[in-house]
C-alpha cells in the first residue's frame, strides 16, 4: 500500500495576483483547483490514504476534510521544513508520495512511479524541454541538472551550463520505499543545521538539495522515466500558457486532462 502526502504550504509569489487571497494548489486548471486534479489522479490510481502539508491560507484546503498539518513557519521556510511537519504522518508501513502541490500529471506517469520497487524513486520526465520551450524563450535558463547512471538518478538540481548536462527533468514526484521512510528522517535530522545547501540556508534547503544529499550518502535514486503527460504551474505566465493551448486543442501532445 501507499500512502500520499502533497506539499502545498508555499505561498505562490510567482503566481500573484491569482494566489493573493488563496493558496497555489487551489488555483484552477482548466476549470478545476490543481489540488482536485491531483487527488483525482491519486484516486484513480487507488490512493486513498492522502494527506495535505498546509500553510499560507490553509483553511481554504481544510475545508476539503483531508488530513493536514501545519507549517507554522511557511513563509520563512521551504518545502523539506513542511515535509518534516508531517512526521507523524510519515510511518514505515506502507510506500510513502511525495507530491508538489503546484503540478498534474496522467495517471500513466503516476502508475510508472509506483510500480518502481527502489528504495526512492523520482519521476523524471526525458521530453522536458518540449514544455520548457513552449513556457520560456531560453528553456535551459530555467532548467536543472540531471543526471543518469544505469537507470539511476546521480546528480540533480544544479544549473546547466549545457543540454549535455541534462537527461530529463525531475518532476516534483518522489516515492520512498517502506522500510526506507525512517531512514529519510534520520537523514535529515543528521544534516549540519548550519551548513549551506547549494547556496540556501537549512530551513531553506531546496527539494533537490535534499534528494541530492541522499545520493551522496549512498540512496539508489532509480528515475521513473516518462514522456510528457504532466504540467508544472509556477508562474502566470504558465497558466495562460496552458489555458491558450487547451482552448485551441493544442495541449494534448503535453498532458490530457483526465486522461488515463
Known amino acids: 500500500m501507499t500512502r500520499a502526502l502533497i506539499l502545498a504550504a508555499g ?3 510567482r503566481l500573484r495576483p491569482l494566489t493573493d487571497s488563496r493558496p497555489k494548489c487551489l488555483v484552477p486548471l ?4 490543481l489540488l482536485e486534479r491531483q487527488l483525482d489522479t491519486m484516486r484513480a ?19 476539503y476534510g483531508l488530513p493536514t498539518s501545519f507549517n507554522p513557519r511557511f513563509d520563512s521556510t521551504n518545502m523539506v521544513e513542511s515535509l518534516m511537519c508531517d512526521r507523524d504522518y510519515l510511518t514505515a508501513d506502507e510506500d510513502l508520495l511525495i507530491a508538489y502541490g503546484d503540478i498534474v500529471y496522467e495517471e500513466k506517469n503516476l502508475q510508472a512511479l509506483l510500480a518502481s520497487t527502489e528504495e526512492l524513486s523520482l519521476m ?4 522536458w524541454r518540449a514544455l520548457w520551450s513552449l513556457r520560456l524563450e531560453d528553456p535551459l535558463s530555467d532548467a536543472e541538472t540531471l543526471k ?15 543540454y549535455e548536462q541534462i537527461q530529463g527533468q525531475y518532476t516534483g514526484l518522489i516515492k520512498v520505499r517502506a522500510d526506507k521512510v525512517q531512514d529519510l528522517l534520520a537523514h535529515y535530522d543528521s544534516l549540519d543545521r548550519d551548513g549551506t545547501y547549494d547556496g540556501k540556508n537549512f530551513d531553506n534547503m531546496y527539494m533537490t538539495s535534499f534528494l541530492q544529499s541522499l545520493i ?13 503527460g504532466w504540467l508544472e504551474i509556477d508562474s502566470v505566465d504558465d497558466i495562460e500558457c496552458y489555458e491558450a493551448l487547451y482552448q485551441a486543442g493544442d495541449l494534448q501532445p503535453f498532458y490530457k486532462p483526465g486522461s488515463p
Open 11 to 13: 505561498q505562490g509569489t
Open 30 to 33: 482548466f476549470g478545476k483547483p
Open 45 to 63: 490510481c487507488g490512493l486513498e490514504r492522502i494527506q495535505v502539508a498546509t500553510g499560507y491560507c490553509r483553511e481554504q484546503i481544510e475545508a
Open 124 to 127: 523524471i520526465d526525458k521530453n
Open 148 to 162: 543518469i547512471n544505469d537507470g539511476l538518478v546521480t546528480e540533480l538540481g544544479k544549473k546547466p551550463q549545457s
Open 216 to 228: 551522496d550518502s549512498g540512496w539508489a535514486v532509480r528515475a521513473a522515466i516518462i514522456s510528457g
